[in-house]
């Protein structure tokens, strides 16, 4: 009787990285769907996991509290037309998972060493046939080095800014670009020098800058750096 098992070496997994606001979502959703890949938002098992650290009163300054508050986290991520649907326990917490606060919680979880090892496995259980789009700041680099295709999605920060302030007015939120660039200077700045996984681009990366590129445009890019055999039997 043949085996049933999968040689998860064998699903391909597309990652991209880059730093916040050069696309890296919008382009792995639309190539998710172009593919019929699984997809994984690397930003949303953080969040899932500051929103569980909160709710069990974990002082998110403290590696070990944080780390003792996931021990106790289910969650489970569900495919949707907007992306994905986050379940804690059940309870989907995807609007909670929208909001600025638990998003300052994420950036303090996401620079400790053993969250990032706690959750490795939780973001490598997305992998499954017919493949994955993975988006993020260390997929090709530290979560899928095996990757089949590693991109570096980046942009001008002045880009980076503008697009942040549409999605921030769209929300009903007023804010100036000066603050914004500053924002997304000391953003880079600490995702780029920290100790453990930082940005950066894998030296087999294919570097796209989507600074005057759409989202068609960016995703047709990678369509034509995948190598033809991309799919599982």
Known sequence: MPSLLIDMSSIPVITIDGPSGAGKGTVAQNLATHLGYHLLDSGAVYRAAAVHALDMHADLDDESSVLAALGSMKATFEPCADGVLVFLDGRDVTASLRLETTASAASKVAVMPAVRAAVLDEQRSFRKAPGLVADGRDMGTVVFPDATLKVFL?????????????????????????????????????DSTREHSPLAAAHDALIIDSSDLSVHDVVDAILSALPRQSTVE
């Not at 549409?166 to 000391?186: R, S, Y």
């Open 154 to 190: 980046s942009a001008s920060a002045k880009v980076r800014a503008q697009r942040r302030s549409k999605q921030l007015k769209d929300k009903g939120i007023e804010t100036t670009m000066v603050n914004l660039l500053h924002e997304i200077g000391a953003r880079d700045e600490r």
